[in-house]
């Protein structure tokens, strides 16, 4: 840990920033699963039609990040090897504890919805793979049982339902409750606020929606495939409308607080003016927010007039800018929480490591993983579309044309 | 339902992880964990094990007697023998090993902040050199050079407060 | 000072029970001895037997600190690293300047945590004017507060953090994660993240010492009598006297920690 360099009066124990780079990702991570989440509950649960080009890669995007999300946490503690204590010996009072729990459960709903959707899928490949290899592979994945009968249909369906409503509230505990770690803290005025959990939650949905965006349009520009018009136009839809809320709350914390102006606001204010000017005022304000409210606003204002180029072109830029907005948002609320000392007399003049455990490339590496497992699963199941689309050169033959059960589409394609 | 039995799998693989983390679990938290709140009760002892560095100037005392017993009698009786001397714990261990070595050095090495005394005017000016900040009710020297010729002696930088005074006594040498 | 106050056992008293009842018993009694070793044992008692007989009686530890003795040596910092191997960077306890000027202007200072002294001679301040000097000043010895609502209790997610019968505000090194949010959820800047243990660490009330009877190495040290600790639940202990005789501050008492540490001479501007 450094020693940092330090203007005006810092307590000597704050020389020190006990939480850096990884502490700013972990709840991007998160933010992205709750995010890429919400965008396929609206497809699944507030049947969003528009939404299902991207309502699996949705769930897998959420999985793949999910799977991730501990590990920025674990690189940071001081003995990861004990990390298992939280769930060993969870603390009631503390707002971290729950963390285990919470994670474990969303990470366990979503493998189910994930499981379901692709069951049917999984097990067509498992019949007709063409690597005799793989089947193995399927076959674990279906659990080893093949029954896709519409009986068994009928059945995934209805704890599909159960799952997909369970997994909103989950998804939004999720993240609102990484917002609470921050929020809940009283030694630090920058931090303690009820607003902070539904911030974090609004602009985890506006990274996800983001990051989904982003995702689709590249990969079907590389792959050559056909972009859905209404699809790209109800992510920005979504984006904008939750910027929109997103936003208004984050400027309504900041002005809170220079309104009431407490004790605090002088140190507040310097931190807001100073260190935090160009991460809060430029990239989360003005580049973040409000350059992709104008350009999306225009999107949806002008709706179908736009040409498809223009909106796919729109959509991946604001995705950029949305991605930084939140990035930001988060470092701004992380490291700016302890940039001033609690003495609120001093500063400290923090620098990001490029290199070490906690330095900016271990944080590129661990933010790159989720892309690996979307690529490995990209390999093994359709990420768009269903079986039906898979790459025929993976099959042996083509699988039998069937009648899909009524209302369950939805889900599975 | 004869058409759940994936989800009979499912909930098994569930049990066996559950079961499996709290069979882990209950080896893993120790026995005297939340016997009266949620800590472990033994950490209290491990903190209490830690042996206490400073010994303490009648610890001190007990082999420097002429020295202690200067000091006690002296008007320089307020700072404790490890206000100067580095904490005594190590020194005592040493010495009990072998009486013709380890002072000061093996402290040093030991503990890096322990002090060497006589150097020099360092350990003098902690308390006695005037700063704005202390209370005013007690007497300070503003300036060592000051204080010297003021006491018809001669200062250069070479000087130290030891030179005209007993540390263990704060008395004039004669 | 080389005369311990009456409620504080001298450090013979302990190494006679010591002997009496061998160092084991000590460790696992902990909350034993404190009880027993709060008050001086009279010759010939059977410590043991006398601390058995004291469970339960509430001893309670407070800690005052005079600001307006502090003559800001440093000594107590310096003891407190070397009793507790304190890293350097880090402090457990230190000491604060504040330097006013007729403006109105707070300096504020705390170089090293006060281990090495503070500036020579009084400090003036740079002005386009030219210097100035200042108007009063004072020392702030700062250390744990011991909350009796600590926040850091409250969010360990492991329970690695913990109060002991008598107050006491402690770690569990063995099984803190070393997560930090303790350290943030601090108020008072009085927790750090250990570089070589890897877990949180702070000030015990030297803990250690006291089970055996000894005063907090800070406490010791201090040539002002600036600190004061004791049994607070013991009217007629040192620090209950001074408790009773004074008015007295806390830090930051508008966050509801309730801290143990109580201040004497507190000014507006210490936060």
Redesign the interface.
């Known amino acids: ?1 450094h ?1 940092y360099i330090t203007e ?2 810092v ?6 920033i ?2 850096t780079t990884m502490i700013v990702l972990y709840p991007y991570i998160t933010g992205i699963v709750a995010g890429a989440f919400i965008i396929s509950s609206l497809h699944h649960v507030f049947d969003k039609d528009e939404l299902k080009p991207v309502s699996r890669f949705a769930m897998v995007m959420a999985f793949a990040f999910a799977m991730f999300a501990t590990l920025p ?1 674990l690189n ?5 090897e ?16 729950g ?1 285990g729990f919470i994670y474990s459960a969303y990470l ?1 709903i979503l493998a ?1 919805e994930i ?1 379901l959707v692709y ?1 049917t899928d999984i097990v067509h490949l498992y019949e007709h793979t063409r690597y005799p290899a793989l089947k193995p592979v399927y076959w674990l994945l ?4 093949l ?1 896709i ?1 519409k ?2 249909e ?2 995934d369906r209805r ?1 599909m339902i159960v799952l997909a409503s369970i997994g909103i509230p989950a998804a939004c505990g999720l993240h609102g409750y990484v917002g609470f ?1 921050f929020g ?5 005025p920058w931090w303690a606020s009820p607003l902070m959990p539904v911030i974090f939650l609004l602009s985890a949905i506006v990274s996800g929606v983001a990051m989904v965006m982003l995702c689709y349009i590249i990969i079907h520009w590389v792959q050559k495939r056909e972009i859905s018009g209404p699809c790209v136009h109800a992510l920005i839809e979504t984006a904008w409308y939750f910027l929109i809320i997103d936003v208004t709350l984050e400027l309504l914390e900041l002005i809170n607080h220079a309104y009431m102006a407490n004790e605090d606001w002088t140190i507040l204010k310097q931190l807001v003016t100073g260190k935090l000017f160009v991460s809060m005022f430029i990239i989360q304000i003005l580049l973040g927010s409000v350059v992709p409210f104008l350009l999306m606003g225009a999107v949806v204002v002008f709706k179908q007039r736009v040409p498809a180029m223009a909106r796919n072109l729109i959509a991946v830029g604001c995705s950029v800018l949305l991605l930084a907005q939140v990035g930001a948002m988060r470092w701004n609320v992380v490291m700016g ?2 940039m001033f ?5 001093g500063f400290l003049n923090f620098q990001v490591d490029l290199y070490g455990r906690e330095g900016l490339i271990a944080g590129a590496v661990i933010f790159a993983l989720p892309f690996v497992v979307i690529f490995v699963f990209s390999r093994l199941l359709p990420l768009w579309g269903n079986v039906a689309t898979f790459p025929k050169e993976w099959m042996k033959e083509e699988p039998p044309v069937r009648q899909p059960l009524k209302g369950w589409t939805k889900f599975t394609s | 339902m004869r058409h759940a039995a994936h989800f009979a799998r499912l909930v098994a693989l569930l049990v066996i992880v559950v079961v499996g983390f709290l069979l882990v679990r209950a080896k893993m938290v120790p026995k005297d964990f939340g016997v009266k709140g949620h800590f472990r009760l033994s950490a209290i002892a491990d903190e209490a094990a830690r042996e206490p560095r400073h010994i303490g100037s009648d610890a001190c005392a007990e082999c420097h007697d002429d020295i202690g017993a200067a000091w006690r009698a002296g008007k320089h009786h307020v700072p404790q023998c490890e206000n100067c001397h580095g904490p005594g714990l190590l020194h005592t261990k040493v010495v009990a090993e072998d009486s013709t070595r380890g002072y000061p050095d093996k402290i040093l090495t030991a503990f890096p902040k322990a002090i060497n005394p006589g150097t020099g005017i360092r350990e003098c000016r902690w308390c006695h050199l005037k700063t704005f900040e202390r209370p005013s009710a007690l007497k300070y020297i503003v300036s060592v050079q000051q204080h010297v010729e003021q006491h018809g002696g001669t200062y250069t930088s070479a000087s130290r407060c030891i030179d005209c005074h007993d540390p263990h006594t704060a008395e004039v040498k004669r | 000072m080389s005369q311990l106050p009456p409620d504080d056992v001298t450090r013979r008293a302990f190494l006679e029970t010591v002997a009496r009842t061998g160092g084991q018993s000590f460790l696992f009694g902990s909350l034993f001895v404190n009880t027993a070793l709060l008050r001086l044992p009279q010759a010939g008692t059977d410590a043991k037997a006398r601390a058995e007989a004291e469970v339960g009686k509430g001893v309670i530890y407070g800690f005052v600190v005079d600001t307006t003795k502090c003559i800001g040596c440093g000594s107590c910092v310096r003891a407190c690293r070397a009793e507790n191997g304190v890293p350097d960077g880090y402090n457990r306890t230190w000491v604060e300047q504040y330097t006013f000027y007729p403006d109105g202007e707070v300096f504020v200072n705390s170089p090293n945590g006060g281990e090495d002294g503070f500036a020579d001679p009084a400090p003036t301040r740079n002005k386009p004017t030219g210097t100035e000097a200042p108007m009063r000043g004072f020392f702030v010895p700062k250390l744990c507060n011991h909350c009796i609502d600590t926040p850091c209790i409250q969010v360990c997610p492991v329970g690695a953090s913990f109060k002991t019968d008598e107050g006491v505000v402690l770690v569990d090194h063995e099984r803190c994660v070393g997560c930090g949010y303790c350290v943030q959820a601090c108020p008072f800047g009085s927790r750090y993240l250990n570089p070589e243990t890897g877990t949180a660490d702070k000030c015990t009330w030297c803990h250690h010492r006291v089970v055996r009877g000894l005063l907090p190495a800070c406490v010791v040290s201090c040539p002002a009598e600036a600190r004061i600790f004791g049994n607070v639940s013991d009217p007629q202990s040192r620090i209950s006297r001074i408790l009773a005789t004074n008015r007295v501050q806390v830090l930051k008492s508008f966050l509801g920690t309730r801290p143990r540490t109580r201040y004497i001479g507190l000014d507006s501007e210490v936060i």
């Not at chain 1, 940071?76 to 990861?80: A, F, K, T």
């Open positions: 840990m020693h005006g009066y307590l000597p124990n704050q020389a020190h006990y939480w946490l940071h503690l001081g003995h990861p004990r990390a298992l204590n939280i769930m060993f010996t969870p603390n009631v009072t503390s707002a971290m504890a963390f366990f189910v499981w069951r279906a659990l080893g049982v029954d009968s009986e068994a009928a059945v704890v770690i809940a803290i009283k030694a630090n929480g302890q000392s609690k003495s609120l007399r």
